[in-house]
């Protein structure tokens, strides 16, 4: 396992409900980000922060609301999604924002929106 | 500028032979090279990775060679087993505005090694 833990792995939500997914990780990383990997396209990187401090705001919609509220947890919080935003939502973490580490990805939420 | 393109989209490659995966980049400031592969169910985890001051990086059936002034990067897998099907993904990163490093994903391709 690669120490990033991601929950819930499937969530299936109507597009007035109001739900969160959480990501923590347990190497003790400074920098944490959060993609969207949908079909046959390249996973995009929606936000990016580096000691709890959002340092990228990757032109996502204002339906997803990012919260970091120490260096080891990461919220995504969603509201009024469409049907278009389904996909795998992946977590990772890295040793340091500002250098080429590896990022360390979590197993993802599958995300499914009615 | 900041595309990665990967090809091909899917791959089948029987047991033992070779899989070639290639990614072609525009952005000259890329610095770092590396290969993610992902099992259904599972997160993306590095494979091997590479900078441009090399042409090639061999760790054990995997490796990658680098073509800097083509601005192609390319995965070998020797040997290939089945356990070895999953998607890769190519990527490049470079030092955005603000500071701090950014990878760009390929679209991935999808590799089955048929036994």
């Known amino acids: 396992e690669t120490g990033v833990t991601q929950t819930p792995r499937h969530l299936v939500m109507g597009m007035t409900n109001k739900k969160s997914l959480k990501c923590e990780q347990h190497l003790g990383h400074n920098a944490m980000y959060w993609y969207k990997q949908s079909a046959k396209k390249p996973l995009e990187l929606m936000f990016v922060y580096s000691l709890e401090e959002r340092v990228e705001n990757n032109s996502v919609p204002s339906r997803f609301s990012p919260e970091c509220p120490n260096s080891s947890h990461l919220f995504l919080h969603l509201h009024t999604l469409q049907p278009e935003d389904s996909a795998l939502y992946l977590c990772a973490s890295s040793q340091d924002v500002r250098s080429t580490d590896t990022q360390y990805f979590g197993p993802g939420t599958r995300l499914t929106v009615l | 500028q900041q595309q990665v393109k990967q090809s091909p989209q899917s791959l089948i490659v029987q047991k033992g032979g070779i899989s070639i995966i290639n990614c072609a980049y525009e952005?000259?400031?890329?610095?770092?090279f590396p290969w993610y592969q992902q099992f259904p169910g599972k997160g993306p985890a590095l494979l091997i990775a590479i900078r441009p001051d090399v042409s090639e990086k061999k760790e054990g059936r995997f490796t990658i060679s680098f073509n800097k002034s083509a601005k192609q990067f390319s995965l070998h897998i020797m040997d290939s087993q089945p356990g070895d099907s999953a998607t890769y993904f190519c990527a490049a990163s470079t030092r955005f505005s603000g500071g701090y490093n950014k990878l760009i994903f390929g679209a991935g391709t999808r590799l089955a090694v048929h036994p």
């Open positions: 952005n000259t400031a890329f610095d770092y």
